[in-house]
DNA sequence: ATTGACATGAGACATGTGTCTCATTTTTCT
DNA sequence: AGAAAAATGAGACACATGTCTCATGTCAAT
């Protein structure tokens, strides 16, 4: 049994310091070196690898700054129980912020995506994505089955993140305006075939 | 304009070498160096990086093994002109080269997102996946007005790549059956969509 | 066979990564 | 305030990337 130590003040401080000058430099769109995050921080290069083992670490960890809204702020004031059109909203949402961060989030797929499989030194992947279609299909949940509901979710899942971006910029070569046509039509097709 | 030299066979051969030896050490699932490559290829590391500019270069050009089915060939014994049939062999096909050569598509997809936008050192992505999905409709693009079309491809795209593969593995956290039902399900989700 | 063109190899260099040691500061506790 | 504990910084290290220079090999044509 490993005994956690509280981590003090300071320490708090200069994890957070790391972070949010990780944040500013990937906006650049530029994959920035260990030593400009520790410059950016005001920290030397060694206490920057005591509290990231690696800069895939700290990059993968660093917070994008449009968050993806938070669901239960995105339905407050819509009082429609309709899933298509709460869907459609999640969907608008989530591929204005990913388009918006694009530089950033390439950067963070790409050494989530690049790291050996028995790999620990990049943390977990985060999903964001779930919490917000569930919270599109809660008022209507009970008007699909088990097994209709894990796979609308989980093709959804394909079509609203990062993921979905890469393809459409750099497999079809077609712009935004395209992929959010595309995107809400695939969106409304699933969930009417979930629907019945 | 510049002019172009026909490459002599000695270069036709280190190059081939290169490639050949780069696929055999990605085969292991590990981002292998330039100096591994080299050695693998018997040949010295200046020379590797006189045929391509960086190992990324060298690794996304480096061919997979089992490649996408050659899309004649798929439906040259399969005289159903059913689109959902058709779809769900190609995504049947698909499938199985993405999942079988999980590591190697890792690799290439982490080096093709990461690139900065400006970067041409990693050739442009190639596009296997439009090839195989447009044989598969062929046979009833007559079925489909345009525009239900175009979305339909696209929408297809997003389900039959390397980077659903991801979303599955990464952020769904689902093994390769159910990975392989979601999407047949989308796949005719969409393709009755487009049909009315 | 000899020459000239060209592919290659040996090795050095500048930079980034990740780790280490040791000295110095800063915090914390008494 | 003074001592113990802990965080930090300075600097070195081994290794990978990518770029040089220069010497050597190899091929083709006369």
Request: charged share 30%; glycine share 2%.
């Amino acid at each position: 049994m490993k005994s956690v130590r509280k981590p003090s003040n300071q320490e708090l401080r200069t994890r957070k310091d790391l972070l949010t000058a990780a944040s500013r430099l990937m906006k650049q769109g530029r994959k920035p070196t260990m030593d400009e995050v520790a410059q950016e921080a005001m920290v030397s290069r060694p206490t920057a690898y005591r509290y990231f083992r690696s800069v895939d670490a700290l990059l993968g960890e660093a917070p994008v700054d449009a968050a993806v809204v938070d669901p239960t702020q995105l339905f407050a004031n819509n009082a429609s129980d309709d899933p298509e059109a709460r869907l459609l909203e999640a969907e608008a949402s989530m591929h204005k912020t990913v388009f918006e961060n694009e530089a950033h989030l390439r950067v963070m797929l790409a050494n989530s995506i690049g790291r050996d499989l028995s790999d620990d030194s990049v943390p977990a992947r985060q999903n964001r994505r779930m919490p917000l279609i569930e919270a599109a299909l809660a008022p209507a949940r009970d008007r699909f089955t088990d097994g209709d509901y894990e796979k609308l979710c989980a093709a959804l899942a394909l079509i609203f993140g990062t993921e979905a971006m890469i393809v459409f910029r750099d497999v079809l070569r077609v712009d935004e305006t395209t992929a959010r046509e595309v995107k809400s039509w695939a969106v409304r097709a699933l969930v009417r075939a979930a629907l019945r």
